[in-house]
Every structure is written in C-alpha cells, then in structure tokens.
C-alpha cells in the first residue's frame, strides 16, 4: 500500500527534560492518617489490656480436639450443601431457560418457595420431616411395590437434615446466580456453534457454560463464604460443628466470651482461605479475557516493591 | 447446490423475505448485495436453518433445509439431524464469533473434534495447516482478544473449513473491520473461490463482487429485484431500485 517514500520522515526532536514540579501540600491527609492511626492504638491498647477478652482461654481451647472436631464438621457442612447447591443450581437454570413452559414454571415455583422462606426455619421443617412422613421407601406410588423403605428417623439424621436443608436453599440461589451467568453469554457465540453443527448439550457444556463462568465465579465465592456462616445456624438443631461446640463448652465454664472469639477466628481463617481459592479460580476462568492474565498478590507485592526501589534510589522514573 | 423457490419469512408481523427464488450451482460464487434491512442475512441464515421459512421450498444439495417430505406431508427434522447438516455448511459472521476462551488453535480445533469425532493429532495437524492457509499460522497459540478484526475473522474462516463444508456462508464478513484489515479476508476469500468452493456473501464489497461473483443479486425489501452476471448488472442496471443503489455505492 505504502509507495516509496518521497519526504523523509521529521527527524525527532531531543526529549525535553523530565518535569520536576513541588508538590501540593495536602495537610488534611495528614490530619486524617493521624486520627485513623490514634483510633487503632486505643483499639489495640483495650484488646491487649482488657483482661475479660481472656486471651489465655482462647488460645487453650482453638486447637482443642472438641473445636477442631466441630470446626471439620463445619468444613463438611459447607463443602457438601455448597456441592449440592451448585449441581442443583446449574440443573434448576437450565429448566428455568428450557422452552417448555411446564420445566420452566417447576424451576420458578422452586426457586420462588426455597428463596421465600427463612433458611433457620427450613432448617427446623427438616430436623422435623420426621412428624410428616414418618415412613421413607422407594418404589411405585399410589399402593405399587415398595423397593425399600426406612424409619425416616433413623434415614434423615440431624446431619442429613441439616444438609437437605441448607443444600436445597442454595440450588435455589445458584440457579439464579448461574441463569444470570448463561445469559451474559452473547448470543452470536450459540449461532456460531450452532452452525459448527454442535448440539445443544455440546454447546451448552463446551461455549456457554466456560464463559458463563466468569460471571458466576465471583458471586459463587460469595455464596461459599457466606454458607460456611449460614452453617452455624445448624446448631439449633444440636449439631457438633463450631459454634455449638463452642456452646457446650461455654455452657460447663461460662468463658462465652473467649470461645465465642475462638469461634470467630476460625472462621476468619477458613474465609480468607477460600477468598484465596477464589482469586485463582476466576484467575483460570479469565483465560482469554482482553485484560490478561491478573496478577497473584505476591507478584504485586513484588512489583510494588520494586518501584519503591526504583524511587528511593533516584534513578528516575519507575517503570 | 443451493435451490430456494418461492422463501417467504416473517419475524412476527413483519415479512422480511417475500418469496425469494434463487439458484447457486456448485462452484459457484453469489454474492448479495442490498440496503440494510432488505433480508440478505436473514436469507443465509435460512440455508443452515438458523432461521426456519414460513413458505417456499428451500433445498441444499437437493435436500430440503429443515424438514423431511414424507408422501405431501412435511415433518420438521430432529435437532441431531439439524444439526448434521449444519456441520456441512460453513458459516463466516459479521462479528467473527470466535470462542474467546480458546486459543485460535482450539477454535478451529473444536467442532471436528466434538462434532466429527476425529482423533485430536490428526485434527491439530489439519488446523495448523489451514491457519497457515489464511496467514496466522504464528498466531495458533492466542486468544481471539489479542488478535486484530482481520485475523480473527481469518482464523473464523479457518474454524468454519476445518468441518470441510461443501458450502461456504458469508454474512458480511468484512463490515466490521477497519478499512485497511479488509483486502486481507477479502484475499482469503478469494483464494477460497479460487480453489472451487461454493460461496453466498452477503457483502456491501462492489469490488470484490464485481471480481470474485460469478453471480450478483440484488434484493430490497425482501425480494430479489435483480440478478445476472456481476459485470452486466454493474455497468448496466436494468431496475431502477438497482441503479439507485448502485449510484449511491459506487
């Protein structure tokens, strides 16, 4: 396209020199680092000096074998409601979005039902389902063979109540999360595997869902965190997992304070945990994303030490 | 190859083709040219059955598109074999619509893999070579994101070869580039009807009509208004709604 060149190009002008400008003096932030930091000195000084936190105690009993049982209990909680949830969520979805106004309507009624009642109170309906259908089988309904049956006592203990529970409540709140995932996906993106000859399934499981994942991932982490709180709600149904296991012992002693803080930083811990778990999920489902690859928080670290570097040695600008 | 009689097509109360009849033989190369909104998409998308058609008979390879005659009866196809069709028709868009959570490797890589079922090497080996073919052979192991307008439509046109389409659609592949990013699809696309593949583009490109079309049509509001030799019809429109577009694009 370009023809030979007739007129040289502008010889490039010397760089003039790097501005060096006073700054603006900014007395307010000044002002406001100090009283930030005087606020956190006297929260510090009261947490350290205030015997009643009883430091001593929390530090006794947060690894002591009962709250680490309850603190794995927990774990388990969470990982099987969410698992249950997320399968659940991804199902319900789907039929919300299918053409036939029949599967759509049953996913609506369900997520309009688990999302309309409290959570604590589905949890007490199930530790109860007992006083309802006091019989489970399986088999042909309406007086057609019975394959298996079993005491529903004996077949929902506390832990499988609590479990049905807070499972069947998060499929209803990942359907949505997941539906507002599949939409997000440009409809071009369809058509093109569609006219690749793909099926639905194949295009659903291979071009939608990888991409709708970057819209759930985030909120599905949140979800995460949030049931791994929700599950001490489980405790009301006499179930050991931390909380409550942290009440039995506060119940002999009356050291509520302590066990409630060791308790708390337990929590605290698994939570920062799973925002780690997080970051590189969604670090994996971003792969292609015009903004590239993001950075870990050790690699900012890094880079941010290394300007400070550049900057204290004066060698000019940062790169 | 491709045989439409009488295609009617209505979104809702509006009638967007209103009886189009074309032919287009094997080899051959139709382009389509048109104002916006006069249902030159819409029409290629009824060759895949992207689209179904409301009346009119629609063949490819002297199959009807999207249903089965059974004795005067019509019965409408199963989506698995929809979708076996399709995968013998390749389709370019406007917007490219390459996966962009796979490299440019694995876009082209995905339907012979998933649709086909051929072994993954044998597949790979064959994508590399039509990456080369459209000039991004250096670029295999990218993301659509970080790949210009004209190179992802290039590696688009690759995915839609790798399913060796006896077919080739076009809807107005080169709208959305840049000026200077068109002669290079256009030039892929040339080599491709060079080579004998059978090709519908939709195209405002008077140029390449002109050059590459064995075919030109002209439609407007849903209807072909002119059809014939590319340059007769240039240089010598004989409606007067052809002539005013013409007079307007030229």
């Known amino acids: ?319 | 190859m491709v045989l439409a009689e009488g295609v009617h097509k209505s979104f809702g109360r509006l009638e967007v083709l209103k009886g189009i009849s074309l032919e287009v033989r094997p080899s051959e190369v139709l382009c389509l040219l048109g104002p916006s909104g006069s249902g030159k998409s819409t029409f290629l998308r009824c060759i895949n059955h992207l689209e179904s058609i409301d009346a009119g008979r629609l063949y490819v390879d002297g199959e009807l598109v999207g249903y089965r005659q059974a004795g005067d009866k019509l019965h409408e196809l199963h989506d698995a074999e929809v979708a076996r069709k399709r995968a013998e028709i390749g389709m370019v868009f406007q917007r490219f619509n390459l996966f962009p959570h796979m490299t440019a490797l694995e876009n082209v890589m995905e339907a012979p893999v998933r649709v086909k079922k051929r072994p993954r090497e044998q597949v790979r080996a064959t994508a590399r070579e039509l990456l080369e073919r459209v000039g991004v052979a250096d670029k295999e192991r990218v993301y659509p994101a970080q790949l210009s307008g004209g190179q992802q439509q290039r590696v688009a046109i690759a995915r839609a070869l790798a399913m060796e389409p006896k077919l080739m659609l076009f809807d107005e592949p080169t709208s959305a580039l840049d000026p200077e990013l068109v002669g290079e699809v256009l030039d892929v696309m040339r080599a491709l009807a060079g080579a004998g593949m059978t090709m519908i583009v939709v195209t405002h490109e008077i140029g390449f009509a002109r050059e590459v079309g064995d075919t030109v049509a002209f439609m407007d509001a849903g209807v072909v208004v002119e059809t014939g030799v590319p340059r007769e019809v240039f240089a010598a429109p004989r409606h007067e709604r052809t002539r005013a577009f013409l007079s307007k694009v030229l």
């Open chain 1, 1 to 319: 396209m370009s023809g030979p060149a007739t007129i040289d190009a502008p010889a490039p002008a010397a760089r003039p020199d790097d501005i060096k400008a006073v700054p603006v003096r900014r007395p307010g932030r000044w002002v406001a680092a100090a009283v930030v930091l005087f606020l956190a000195v006297v929260v510090v000084h009261s947490v350290a000096t205030n015997p009643r936190f009883g430091w001593g105690t929390v530090g006794h009993y947060l690894f002591s074998s009962r709250i680490l049982h309850g603190l794995v209990l927990t774990i388990e909680l969470t990982a099987i409601a969410m698992a249950g949830g997320i399968l659940l969520g991804v199902l319900l979805a789907i039929m919300r979005l299918s053409p036939n106004p029949l599967v759509s309507s049953a996913s609506w009624l369900y997520i309009w039902f688990f999302r309309g009642t409290p959570v604590l109170v589905q949890i007490l309906f199930w530790s109860f389902i007992a006083a309802l259908y006091p019989r489970i089988s399986l088999g042909v309904p309406f007086g057609g063979p019975e394959f298996v049956h079993a005491n529903a006592n004996d077949f929902i203990t506390p832990f499988v109540a609590a479990i049905l529970a807070l499972g069947l409540n998060e499929g209803a709140y990942m359907a949505e999360i997941v539906r507002a995932g599949i939409i997000s996906v440009e409809e071009g993106q369809t058509e093109a595997a569609s006219a690749l000859g793909m099926t639905r399934l194949q295009t659903m499981r291979r071009i939608v869902l990888p991409q709708a994942m970057k819209v759930i991932i985030p909120p599905t982490g949140n979800e995460t965190i949030s049931m791994l709180k929700t599950s001490s709600l489980v405790s009301v149904v006499a179930i050991s997992e931390l909380l409550y296991s942290a009440q039995l012992i506060y119940a002999v002693n009356f050291r509520q304070i302590p066990l409630l803080l060791t308790v708390s930083i337990w929590y605290l811990a698994i939570t920062s945990l799973l925002s780690i778990g997080q970051f590189y999920v969604e670090r994996h489902y971003g792969r292609g994303s015009s903004r590239g690859r993001q950075a870990t928080w050790f690699e900012r670290l890094r880079r941010n030490l290394a300007i400070r570097h550049a900057r204290v040695d004066g060698a000019g600008r940062p790169s």
